[in-house]
């Protein structure tokens, strides 16, 4: 059984930095895309940020503040999140693709966690 477990969300000021965690069980992390989406109250899911065996892609909503990455070894991903902003606040959702390429498509990923509040204020 395939579980993803978030972890790292909370309370910050504008201005600060949170890490998120994503610890993958279950099945083989290392070559499979993940990726982290979020949903603010009264809005859709919305893509975030997604990595494979290269790099990270980022919306443009975070790109320059967000760093996606993942320890194979340790089958878990992160999100650092610098530079928060009060629109930033959301539930955080990080999710476990079947294919190698990632996208930012939320329906091309099988497996979800749970989720993570991230609240900043103002």
């Known amino acids: 059984q395939v579980q993803l477990v978030e972890s790292g969300g909370g309370l910050v000021q504008a201005g600060g930095s949170l890490r998120l965690s994503c610890a993958v069980s279950?099945?083989?992390?290392?070559?499979?895309?993940t990726a982290w989406f979020r949903q603010a109250p009264g809005k859709e899911r919305e893509f975030v940020a997604t990595?494979?065996?290269?790099?990270?892609w980022y919306a443009d909503s975070v790109k320059g503040r967000f760093a996606i990455s993942r320890d194979n070894a340790k089958n878990t991903v992160y999100l650092l999140m610098n530079s928060l902003k009060p629109e930033d606040t959301a539930i955080y959702y990080c999710?476990?693709?079947?294919?190698?390429?990632?996208?930012?498509?939320?329906?091309?990923?099988?497996?979800w966690g749970q989720g993570t509040q991230v609240t900043v204020s103002s």
């Open positions: 999710a476990l693709s079947v294919r190698r390429t990632p996208v930012a498509d939320q329906f091309d990923y099988t497996y």
């Open positions: 279950g099945r083989t992390f290392s070559t499979y895309a």
């Open positions: 990595i494979s065996g290269g790099g990270g």
